[in-house]
C-alpha cells in the first residue's frame, strides 16, 4: 500500500481493514482524539463573552414577559453561537487527528458539518426574527437530508425490519418511468427525518431552566461516548461485512474507511468539551442563553451521534442510544400526552414541563437542575451498559426493545394520569 495506489489484491486489502477494525484499541482512539474535546472546550469557553457582547448589542434578547418563564431577568441570546463555534473548529481539527485513527476508519462526513451548520443557521433565524414554524421544519429536513448523504442511519430500518422478521422489502418499480425505489432505503429516510425533527424538538423543549439543557446534554455525551468505546472493542465479523458490502468499490474502502466508529468518538467528544465550555456561562444564574439555536444544535448533534451506532444495522444500539437520550424524550411525550387529554394544541406552551414541577417541589433553579442532572445519569447508565451487556453477549438484544418499550409505556401512563388530574383540577376551579 503506497498513497492511494493499491499493491495486494482487493480481497487481501479489505480483509486487511477488517483486520485493522476489528483489533482496533478503544482506548488509543480515544487517547489520540482527545485534543477534540479539548479545544471545543477552550474556544467555546473563550467566544461565549463575545456573543454575549454582540447579543446584547443587537438587542437579541429574552425578556421575561411571560408568566411561564421562570427567569426574572433579561438575558441575552446566541449561546448557541458559541456552542456551534467551538463544534466547528473542533471537527476541522478532527481531519488531520483522523491520520491516527485505525485504518478503515471513516474522518467525520463532510455533510454531517454541512447539517450542523444549517440547523445552527435555522435556530438563529428563529432567535433573532421568530420565524414560521414551517421555516424551522424546513431547515431541519435539510439538515437529515445531509445525514442520508453520510450514510448515517440508513440502515436503522434494515435492522428494525430484520427484528420484526419481515427482513430486506423488494425494491418497487415507478410505472412509466421504470424506476426503482429502495423501499429500506425510503423507510431509513423517513426515520432519519422523524429522529432529527423529534431529537431537535425535544430538546428545545427541556430548555427551560439555568445549565439544565447543556449539562443535560454533556451528561448524554459521555453516555454516548461510553457505548461508542464499547462498540469499538466489539466489532465482529458479520457487522463488518455488512459495512464492506454498502461499499461500490474497495478504492472507497481506501479513501473513505468502511466505519464510522471514529466519528462517533469525534463528535461524543466535540459536544461534551463545547457543551462544557458553555456550562459555566449558562449555569444558574446564567448571563447568556442557548436560544432556539443552540437547543436545536444540541439536539441535531446528539441524534447525529445515535444514528451512528446503527450504521451496521444494530438498531438495538440505537435504541440504547435513545435511552441515554432518555430526559428530553420523557418531557416531549409527557406534554404530548397530557395535552392531548386536556383537549390542548400539542405545541401549546405550558408551565407543567418537567423542569417546571421539579422546581415548584424542590423550591429552586439549581435543585430541581441537579436533580434532572441525576435522573440524566441514571438514564446515560442504563443505556450505555445495556449496550455493553448485549455487546459482550451477557444478555439478548430483545432486552433493550422490551426496556425501551417498557419505559415509554410507563411514560405514557404518567403523562395520562398528569393530564386527568390538570383537567379535573381546572374544570374544578371553573
Known sequence: MNGNTLSISDDAF???????????????????????????????????????????????????????????RSTPYLGGLAVFTGLFVALLVS?????????GYRAMPPWIIIGLLFITATGLLDDVTECDSWIKVAGQLVAAAGLAFSNVGTKVAA????????????????????????????????????????GCNATNLIDGLD???????????IGLLVLSLFMIE???????????????????????????AGARVVLSLALLGAVLGFLPHNFNPATIF?????????????????????????????????????IPIIDTILAIVRRRIQ?????????????????????SVKGAVLAIYGMGTCFALLGAFLGYFVLAGEIDRKSIYF????????????????????????????
Not at 19 to 29: I, L, N, T, Y
Not at 403 to 430: C, D, K, N, P, W
Open 14 to 72: 479489505l480483509r486487511e481493514i477488517a483486520k485493522s477494525v476489528q483489533h482496533a484499541d478503544a482506548w488509543e482512539v480515544l487517547a489520540s482524539q482527545l485534543p477534540v474535546l479539548v479545544i471545543a472546550f477552550l474556544v467555546t469557553l473563550v467566544v461565549t463573552p463575545i456573543f454575549r457582547h454582540i447579543a446584547i448589542k443587537a438587542d437579541v434578547v429574552d425578556h421575561p414577559t411571560e408568566a411561564r418563564k421562570i427567569h426574572i
Open 95 to 103: 481531519y488531520p487527528l483522523a491520520e491516527q485513527l485505525p485504518i
Open 159 to 198: 435492522g428494525l425490519l430484520n427484528w420484526l422478521g419481515i427482513g430486506q422489502l423488494p425494491p418497487i418499480v415507478i410505472p412509466g418511468i421504470e424506476q426503482e425505489i429502495d423501499v429500506t432505503n425510503l423507510i431509513g429516510g423517513l426515520i432519519i427525518g422523524i429522529f432529527v425533527l423529534g
Open 211 to 221: 445549565g439544565l439543557l447543556s449539562g443535560v446534554v454533556a451528561i448524554m455525551a
Open 234 to 260: 466489539h466489532i465482529g465479523p458479520h457487522q463488518i461485512n455488512i459495512l464492506e458490502e454498502s461499499l461500490q468499490s474497495p478504492e472507497e474502502a481506501f479513501t473513505g474507511g468502511i466505519t464510522l
Open 290 to 326: 442557548l436560544g432556539d439555536c443552540g437547543s436545536l444544535l444540541l439536539g441535531y448533534s446528539s441524534v447525529v451521534i445515535i444514528l451512528m451506532l446503527g450504521e451496521a444495522g444494530q438498531t438495538h444500539l440505537v435504541l440504547a442510544g435513545l435511552i441515554i437520550f432518555a
Open 343 to 363: 383537549g390542548q394544541p400539542m405545541w401549546d406552551p405550558d408551565a407543567h414541563h418537567m423542569h417546571h414541577v421539579f422546581k415548584r417541589r424542590i423550591g
Open 403 to 430: 426496556i425501551f418499550l417498557g419505559m415509554i409505556f410507563i411514560v405514557v401512563l404518567i403523562g395520562a394520569r398528569m393530564g386527568i388530574r390538570q383537567r379535573i383540577q381546572r374544570e374544578t376551579s371553573s
